[in-house]
């Protein structure tokens, strides 16, 4: 015997008018957002691994001598304040040909570079004297591929030299202490290197801690679209029970049309990810814009992607029929509010006692206990919230005074889970706002502003290495004073190593042309300006900033999204009773005062809280870490919150019109 569930789903789909179209558009909206904000997470993730991994070869493996082909000693110089990574190669005599690095058509002979478009674009706008000089002369520039690459915008050159050359010798890859993988120089056999560059190595982590904390809100989101019109189908699911049905044909309808309208949405989401992956990988993130090919996740995870939203709608769906299957009466009469029970609340504290009792101890977690903990308060207050949002609707209904107060405390007590859906997108956005900011790390490194610094192996070298230095910057027309230091003066870039420091003033172009003119005194090692230095600390912060910002925009966009998209369909969920409201004598304005009220308050109190419990588990990080609280965050707390909550209520002020569109003409359209 054929079922009658999908015929009897479509018919029902049908003929539930304009008002259903407009739920269904709604939760296909909601599901599209979230599939959408999922692949980009899973993009940025994978995208940050594969540019680490371009890097590596950069950073050469050594290998015994006996088995070396040829010598790689790659560096670090800056110009403008942006790195130039230089990997100087130099082909051992009697050894089999090295084969090419990455992005080069083969292994580059004496003379010859390879450089970057980047790089290329920038030797041709700034005069030779400020970088050109600093590599051999040449008739033209190789080309470095994209395979050896992480960014577009990355600036690299690769340096054929002799086994002679002071930039392949062992003083080219010895700077000082402070030099963390800025420098390296190892015989070598190939380009087979495991470690990433200090530029993109801390990129997947920085991502993967925005994306714990920006999952659970996109869940939400995307849980929420299988709830949008839950009234509408449980008044209409509860009648056809009530006339026959089985409890499994009202769940594998509802099952059947959900997984409908998330499959339509999450499809659309994944359709436009992938329409506006050109546009996606304009945006820069630490060495700068991105390949196209980088962003893309690949059709399994765009598949998986697709398939959890729309599994994950079907089953949000398919839980709010409970009561549809066990009371139907109850349901259709409206009879039962939707009660939370104390258990949540003992939940809550339970973990939170757990994650005081991990975190008190006074040993040190390590960051992805850290993120685990993050992500375990975080499913504790979403557990939390219906709970107090219904105890909130109880406390303010009995000291209610005015119409619109007493109607926000009755709906929060009869639906504390529908009113919960509609804050919670800015409630976990407020834990993601006090985590950030207060968790902004603040390194205080050493600052020798307008020197540049040549180490040299001791201090003869170093007298010798100051006369050859006047000698260069004078030619060059730099207005500099040189001083020796000692291993004991640690007040100058070089911290208690000896060398020749130059005192430029002039700005940005008289340090860089600076640089270029003693590149040739240091015998194989660079000149290094303070961005080399502090580069290590420098990225870490940087990527943390950016990851920072980037997380809170998208997460008080998800809140923003959610709460317009919940908005607009508890108008069209509850159309009957605000028609009934609207025959009573209610003005409509008393409606949307009471819809806002019933906003603001469960707003007020739980958002909050969790920008409160964002700030415990910031402090926490900062403790394991070793650094200080950044006291300037405050401020920026209370912009982000305040922002927040403006976008939200912009948001449901947003379905304004549909609710006088539904009230209009109560007569005529209540049910």
Known sequence: MRSPVLPLTWHLARSSG????????????????????LLLMIAAALG????????????????????????????????????????????????????????????????EVYVSPALAALLHKLPASQLADRFPKTKSYGTIGAAGLASPDELVAVVGRTPGDPAVSKTAGEQSYYDEGMSERAPVSGFSGTKASVFTGFDRGTVLLGVVLLVVPVVVLASAAGRLGAARREQRLAALRLAGATPRQILAMTAVEAAGVGGAGALAGALAYTALLPALAELPYGVGVWYTGQLWVGLPWLAAVVAAVTALITVSAVTMLRQVATSPLGVAQ?????????????LFIAVLGYIWATTSDGGQLKPRQLIALLALFYGAFWLLGPWVVDRLGRIVGRCANRPATL?????????????????????????????FSVSTLDFVGPGHEGQ????????????????????????????????????????????????????????????????TALTPVGSGRYPFTQEYV???????????????????????????????????????DRRR???????????????????????????????????????????????????????SGAVQLVLCLAVGALAMFAAIAGSRPLLRKVTAGPAQTAD
């Open 18 to 37: 304009r008002r259903g179209l407009q739920s269904q558009l709604l939760a296909a909206g909601a599901g599209a957002v979230g599939s959408f904000l």
């Open 48 to 111: 940050a691994g594969a540019r680490a991994d371009h890097t590596t070869w950069r950073t050469p493996d050594a290998v015994p001598v006996k088995r070396a082909t040829a010598v790689q000693a790659t560096t670090t110089t800056y110009v403008r304040q942006e790195p130039v990574t230089v990997v100087n190669l130099a082909q051992l005599p009697g050894r089999e040909t090295t084969p090419g690095p990455p992005g080069l058509t083969g292994f580059p002979k004496h003379g």
């Open 334 to 346: 409206q009879a039962n509010p939707r009660r939370t029970r104390a258990i949540r609340l003992v």
């Open 407 to 435: 109607l926000a405390a009755r709906r929060l007590s009869d639906d504390p889970r529908g009113a919960w859906r509609t804050v919670s997108g800015l409630v976990l956005a407020g834990f993601v706002a006090g985590f």
């Open 452 to 515: 540049v610094a040549v180490i040299t192996a001791n201090a003869a070298d170093a007298r010798h290495a100051a006369a050859e230095a006047r000698t260069a910057l004078r030619r060059a027309g730099v207005t500099a004073s040189v001083a020796v230091t000692s291993e004991d003066d640690y007040d100058s870039l070089l911290g208690g190593a000896t060398g020749v420091i130059a005192h430029v003033s002039g700005g940005q172009e008289e340090s860089d042309t600076a640089v």
């Open 534 to 572: 502090s580069a290590p600390d420098d990225t870490v912060i940087a990527r943390v900033a950016t990851v920072s910002t980037a997380t809170l925009v998208l997460s008080f966009l998800v809140a923003a999204a959610s709460a317009g998209l919940t908005a607009a369909a508890n108008i069209l």
């Open 577 to 631: 009773v605000y028609g009934l409201l609207r025959l009573a004598g209610t003005p409509l304005k008393v409606l949307d005062r009471a819809r806002v009220r019933e906003t603001v308050i469960p707003l007020t109190v739980l958002a909050g809280g969790t920008t409160a419990m964002g700030a415990f588990g910031a402090m926490q990080l900062n403790k394991a870490a070793g650094t200080t609280i950044n006291t």
